[in-house]
């Protein structure tokens, strides 16, 4: 038996539609990469066939947990989606959602799936405990993210709390970049456009439930250290700000989100206005206070970020938006084009999350195009009659409408998003690294977190936590900040690995130690050590960059940055002040920290050799 593991990798081929379970892999391996990204991204390495695109049927699509998910650890919710990156021909994906998924695949016995093939027509997967059926989904191809979930979940005969449901929506059927993955109504997972993958696989939904539990090896050792662990939540860890925890609980964004603006960060008219980011955020609080929030927490979750949100006034009186907890979705949704009111900011929000797309792709481009339109590049003779003045609803939904149908001007921006913006003349005005879009905040004034998300195997995601970097970061200086991006990343790719919520570490007091001590007695791996965890997060970095050099990547991909990334800002903290002049030796000085090659950026064969990845670099060539 696997302590802290399901035993069983569930695989589906969609050609044949045949399902099969097998063992868990040894314990060598799952030592080194534990779970999550890390081991989705070994399967990915092992399983991809060389010169296979994204989408491809023979490319697999990967949901993993970890060791911790489903358990007694805090926000023990976490679930990865990793398969080839449908946005930057040469790079893996990876997308986080949380909710109950996670924890009812861990409970009926499955640490992942690994999905390959392509359905001829719409399916979707049961997965009852031991019962696992492809069903026929035809009568759910068409519908949202929100009436999937409701019609399966009638359909299996079940309450809405037995089953859990990921799903596409429009989105995904229509492959479009930027898809999603959405489960339990506020959750999803969108980076690396996961839920375009299923569409090609024409794999609806995965609706699954667990009445199991997770085996633990010491499980008065491991109750002590989760106790501990949930008890600092909300207490600073050692040289950080607030824990996100803290400042994010019971729906804390609706409270906390000015946080955002403050620092100059809130993405708003395509990162060109600060006081109208201020005006933003002032207008969601106060419209908060006034309607009615409802903390939705996942799994074991003390913190609950994620919120239903009733509208009590307004165009949209009577709505309830079902929100995840970040300020990403609002700000791409809405902020990103000029959207001031709250009712329409919540109600653009819920669109993006129903059709299943992702915000932060969303408002990249329709920022672009938003921008480009009202600075003249593009007419209502190119928009075929919109008038997309910055915050024009109606004709905002329109698009979307016509986006997803692939018709009309929507039509036209379905495809990667630097091709549309050179078609459309509007190339510098588009948010992005490396074609796909960021974690939509203005992050140019905090050079860590931009130079993280600009590094980050997966594409730009989250790969360092705030409230470390968050102090040295108001000094707008290179310092020893490439240096720090690359610590940062390893502590938290280790934390992506496990099946916890980022928010249940970030700046959490003595969070290491503590989940390293959480494995330890979960799995009864008595010897593994703070050191080891670092090192699996050192790894599961290599093994990003590994995939990405033998699809391609060259040191040059490294510095396609949208331009507008790279310009300063024009008001706020860092007015004037742009990272760009540093961005070469920042990294060139990552690469140094990471053991990588200067001029290549691919790691060196003694860093293959020190971290014991010589397998990992044969499968993929890279000898
Ligand atoms: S903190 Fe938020 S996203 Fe994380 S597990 Fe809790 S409710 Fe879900």
Redesign the pocket.
């Known amino acids: 038996m696997a302590y802290g593991y399901a035993d069983r990798i569930l695989r589906v081929d969609l050609n044949t539609h045949r399902t099969w379970t097998e063992p868990l892999l040894p314990t060598e391996v799952l030592r080194k990469y534990i779970g999550g990204t890390g081991l989705a991204l070994y399967y990915l390495a092992k399983e991809t066939p060389a010169g296979a695109k994204a989408g491809d049927p023979e490319v697999p699509l990967i949901f993993m947990t970890g060791p911790l998910a489903g358990t007694r650890a805090p926000?023990s919710?976490?679930y990865v989606v990793v398969s080839l990156h449908y946005d930057i021909p040469y790079a893996p994906g990876a997308g986080h959602a949380?909710?109950f998924w996670a924890a009812f695949l861990k409970h009926a016995g499955y640490e992942g799936i690994i999905i390959s093939g392509a359905s001829e027509k719409p399916v979707y997967l049961v997965i009852d405990d031991n019962r696992i059926e492809l069903r026929d989904a035809q009568a759910f191809w068409g519908h949202g993210t929100r009436e999937t979930e409701r019609l399966i979940k009638r359909e299996l005969g079940a309450e809405e709390d037995q089953f859990s449901v990921a799903c596409i929506g429009q989105a995904g059927e229509a492959r479009l970049h930027g898809a999603m993955i959405k489960n339990d109504r506020?959750?999803g997972a969108g980076k690396g456009s996961p839920g375009a993958i299923m569409g090609c696989k024409k794999l609806k939904a995965i609706a699954v439930r667990g009445t199991g539990d997770v085996a633990i090896a010491h499980r008065d050792g491991f109750l002590d250290t989760v106790a501990q662990w949930e008890a600092n939540l909300f207490v600073a860890d050692e040289g950080c700000t607030t824990p996100l925890?803290a400042l994010?609980?019971d729906g804390g964004m609706t409270r906390q989100h000015k946080v955002m603006a403050d620092r100059g960060m809130t993405a708003v008219k395509n990162l060109t206005d600060y006081e109208f980011g201020r005006a933003f955020s002032q207008a969601y609080m106060d419209a908060c206070k006034e309607w009615i929030v409802t903390?939705?927490?996942?799994?074991n979750?003390?913190?609950?970020?994620?919120y239903d949100l009733k509208i009590t006034s307004g165009q949209f009186a009577g709505f309830t938006a079902s929100m995840?907890?970040g300020g990403e979705p609002f700000e791409g949704a809405a902020g990103m084009i000029g959207v001031i009111d709250p009712g329409q900011m919540i109600a653009l929000t819920d669109l993006y999350d129903d059709i299943g797309i992702e915000a932060g792709h969303g408002g990249s481009l329709m920022g672009m195009v938003f921008e480009a339109y009202n600075r003249g590049i593009i007419t209502k003779e190119d928009t075929g009659g919109l008038d997309l003045t910055w915050g024009n609803y109606e004709a905002y939904t329109e698009l979307v409408q016509q986006m997803i149908e692939r018709r009309d001007f929507g039509g036209k921006l379905t495809g990667d998003m630097k091709d549309v913006a050179r078609a459309l003349g509007a190339e510098d005005l588009l948010v992005h690294v490396k074609g796909a879009s960021i974690n939509i905040h203005d992050w140019r004034p905090r050079w860590a977190k931009l130079l993280s998300q600009i590094v980050a195997g997966t594409g730009a995601c989250h790969q360092i936590e705030s409230p470390r970097l968050h102090t040295d970061e108001l000094k707008r200086e290179v310092g020893d900040k490439p240096e720090k991006v690359f610590d940062g990343q390893k502590k938290k790719l280790w934390e992506d690995n496990l099946g916890?919520?980022?928010?249940?570490c970030s700046g959490v007091k003595h969070v290491l130690p503590l989940a390293a001590k959480s494995v330890a007695t979960a799995t009864g791996w008595n010897d593994f050590t703070e050191e080891d965890a670092l090192r699996v997060g050192e790894r599961t970095i290599n093994l990003m960059r590994l995939i990405a050099v033998s699809r391609g990547f060259t040191k040059s991909n490294e510095f396609d940055v949208g331009k507008r990334l790279l310009e300063a800002p024009t008001g706020g903290p860092a007015a004037g002040v742009t990272m760009a002049p540093h961005l070469e030796e920042m990294v060139n000085r990552y690469y140094a920290v990471a053991g990588w090659d200067v001029n290549s950026g691919c790691p060196k064969q003694a860093t293959i050799k020190r971290l014991d990845m010589e397998d990992v670099a044969n499968w993929l060539g890279i000898a």
């Open positions: 926000s919710a976490n949380h909710g506020n959750h925890g994010w609980h903390p939705k927490p996942s799994y979750c003390k913190i609950a970020c994620a995840c907890g916890v919520c980022m928010f249940a």
